[in-house]
């Protein structure tokens, strides 16, 4: 079955530093991977999804199939970075469509 | 913010009470979603519609239902509340699948007692 890892509930780094987030996924088809983010009291917006592998707020990730892993990066932390971040494995759920299968969620926090 | 709307915002029931959470879009996206929110777990779907009168089940369905009569709102019952339902219920909406976006409503705090 489908499954997506987030090993960290929590991460903590000081501004300026680097911040990688795992994600591990589990899945026998083509993966397609998002991570999506819910900063205080706002709604989750998507961040960046592999296929377009563009880079949003400084953000990166590499989806490794060998590892099966899509682990985001920012080499520069900010405080304002500070947010939930959930990765997402989209599956295919008969006929033409598809739905979202989340992590648990990493609780960023940058500190000053 | 896409046009995503959930009503209502915040509310708190007894256990055994039905209670009904409406989403609204005006971007006329064919799927919907819903899930729930909890601390631990992540976001887990509920349920989701590819189109109208079209739905089916998510991970975490029982004790809930949907309907779907008109494209631009997707309403979640849950038949008689469980504390255990105390949740944040997400709504979510896309044009189509895969690798398309998915656009949040901003949340519905059900508390129940």
């Known amino acids: 079955a489908q499954r997506v890892t987030q090993p960290e509930k929590l991460l903590s780094v000081f501004k300026g530093a680097p911040v990688e987030l795992k994600c591990n996924y589990s899945?026998?088809?083509?993966?397609?991977l998002f991570w999506y983010v819910q900063y205080s009291r706002q709604r989750l917006q998507l961040l960046l999804r592999?296929?377009s592998r563009e880079s949003i707020k400084g953000f990166t990730a590499d989806l490794n199939k060998g590892e099966t892993s899509f682990h985001l990066k920012k080499p520069f932390a900010q405080e304002e970075d500070s947010a939930m971040y959930y990765c997402?494995?989209?599956?295919?759920?008969?006929?033409?469509?598809?739905?979202?299968?989340f992590g648990k969620g990493t609780l960023l926090t940058v500190n000053p | 913010d896409a046009g995503i709307t959930q009503s209502p915002r915040h509310k708190v029931t007894e256990t055994g009470t039905p209670v009904t959470l409406r989403c609204h879009q005006t971007?006329?996206?064919?799927?919907m979603y819903w899930y729930r929110q909890d601390p631990g777990h992540g976001l887990r779907l509920i349920h989701y519609?590819?189109?109208?009168?079209?739905?089916d089940k998510g991970e975490v369905s029982d004790g809930y239902s949907v309907s779907r009569s008109k494209t631009e709102d997707f309403l979640l019952t849950l038949e008689s509340a469980t504390s255990s339902q105390t949740s944040v219920y997400f709504c979510a909406i896309s044009e189509t699948t895969p690798g398309y976006e998915q656009y949040f409503g901003p949340g519905t705090r059900l508390t129940v007692t």
């Open positions: 899945y026998s088809g083509s993966p397609e």
């Open positions: 971007e006329n996206h064919r799927y």
């Open positions: 519609s590819y189109g109208v009168k079209d739905t």
């Open positions: 592999h296929i």
């Open positions: 997402a494995l989209s599956v295919w759920s008969g006929g033409s469509n598809y739905k979202l299968t």
